[in-house]
């Protein structure tokens, strides 16, 4: 069972930036496909982007494309968000998943994520 652990959340201005961490404990970290999933209050957990194993392969919803960044350091086995130009409606509980389906990165949804982080929160003031 691979263990994912986020961090880097917190509460910020918007405009603000942020950089969420997720540290993976599988040694074949660098097999997966790695996502970061966010998820509001009273709202359904939406796929917000993913990088690919092989890096630097990245896809991104629209509402975060151009804001957000995502990168991976395999000798690490950590990937990374780093959100800029934040708005309130980002506010969410941000989670990690990992994946070794490849996919078209519109066609992912939670489904196709085994393992799950425990989620860290970001908090996004106007």
């Known amino acids: 069972q691979v263990q994912l652990v986020e961090s880097g959340g917190g509460l910020v201005q918007a405009g603000s930036s942020l950089r969420l961490s997720c540290a993976v404990s599988?040694?074949?970290?660098?097999?997966?496909?790695m996502a970061w999933f966010r998820q509001a209050p009273g709202k359904e957990r939406e796929f917000v982007g993913a990088?690919?194993?092989?890096?630097?392969?990245?896809g991104y919803i629209d509402s975060v494309k151009d804001r957000f960044t995502i990168s991976r350091d395999n000798a690490m086995n950590t990937v990374y968000l780093e959100m800029n130009s934040l708005k309130p409606e980002d506010t969410a509980v941000y989670y990690c998943?990992?994946?070794?389906?490849?996919?078209?990165?519109?066609?992912?949804?939670?489904?196709?994520?085994?393992?799950w982080g425990q989620g860290t929160q970001v908090t996004v003031s106007s």
């Open positions: 998943a990992s994946s070794s389906r490849i996919l078209q990165y519109s066609a992912y949804s939670t489904e196709h994520f085994g393992s």
């Open positions: 599988e040694r074949t970290f660098k097999t997966y496909t």
């Open positions: 990088i690919r194993w092989t890096g630097p392969t990245t």
